[in-house]
């Protein structure tokens, strides 16, 4: 009687284990950086943050020191002298809080209306949508310039001239955070899922609450990001819509030149304290806005 036995032996079965399955198991593995990547990554980060450590060395010095030469190069003992100079001569207490408010009243709503405009181009079909996203995306083109002296008119006819709503009003939507909700959204948010939240008898509402906003979390928070800078960074509009008596931080910083020799150090520790508020937002809400951007990054 024949016994049909296993051609292969378990040895030689185990050694045939196809390359390309011996690849996927080791690509799990953690990538290490080498010297070299440390060196690159120190150096960009020494030329990032050279600027704002001369901005501090400079605002520690007195304005005789900084016009000898050579320049300072380490901190001096007038720093919280020319800061509480800066912020008296510049009222910053009002000027921060006006830029505060400024600044997240213009980053939510830039993120709110852009995400809902960003889902409906991306997922929802209507009549003209690529018109239309053609014309929002024209937008883009035209210089800010241009629109000031009419914009300026329209907000002194509804008498908002010197008031926070005339900086707020107009960059409340962006074309660019539309057309960026749209391209990210067009990916990380599956069709499908938004036709199983129908089937299952969610509203509209219900499925940009539940469904888009949790897919498009980590774009919003990049847009999020990035508006709260420039709304807090933004010099020309609000130098011309706003006056001395309600200004946002840089319009106060502008008062710091004036007179017949600016004080390049009382100028310096203004800019700094313009600056820091910017810094403590990241360090706090950094790990967030990068675990965001990763969670993105690695979607799909």
């Known amino acids: 009687m024949t016994t049909i036995t296993d051609a292969t032996p378990p040895q030689v079965a185990q050694d045939a284990e196809p390359p390309r399955r011996r690849r996927i198991l080791g690509a799990g593995k953690q990538l290490h950086a080498g010297p070299v990547t440390y060196l690159v990554l120190i150096l960009f980060a020494v030329i990032s943050l050279a600027p ?61 209306f852009s995400t809902l405009a960003g889902f409906a181009f991306a997922k929802l079909r209507f009549r003209f949508s690529t018109t239309l996203l053609l014309i929002t995306i024209g937008t883009m083109m035209i210089p800010p310039q241009l629109a000031v002296v009419p914009l300026y008119l329209w907000m002194t006819d509804l008498g908002w001239a010197n008031h926070l709503q005339t900086v707020i009003l107009p960059t409340l939507v962006s074309a660019f955070g539309t057309f960026f909700m749209r391209q990210y959204l067009v990916q990380a948010l599956p069709t499908e899922l938004i036709e199983a939240a129908r089937v299952d008898g969610a509203s509209s509402l219900r499925v940009v609450w539940h469904v888009v906003f949790p897919a498009a979390r980590p774009a919003m928070a990049v847009l999020g990001l990035l508006t709260f800078v420039m709304a807090w960074n933004d010099f020309l509009w609000p130098i011309i819509a706003l006056n001395g008596e309600n200004p946002t931080v840089q319009v106060a910083l502008n008062q710091l030149g004036t007179g017949y020799i600016p004080d390049d150090s009382v100028i310096m520790a203004g800019a700094l ?24 990054a690695v979607k799909g």
């Open 273 to 296: 304290l313009g600056t820091l508020p910017l810094l403590i937002a990241f360090l706090l809400f950094g790990k967030q806005i990068v675990g965001g951007i990763m969670q993105g």
């Open 52 to 112: 704002l450590l001369w901005t501090a060395v400079a605002a520690s010095r007195t304005n005789t020191r900084l016009a000898q030469t050579p320049p300072p190069f380490w901190f001096g003992g007038n720093l919280f002298k020319n800061l509480e100079t800066a912020w008296n001569q510049a009222g910053m207490g009002t000027a921060m809080w006006n830029t505060i408010l400024v600044a997240a009243t213009i980053t939510v709503g830039t993120v709110l």
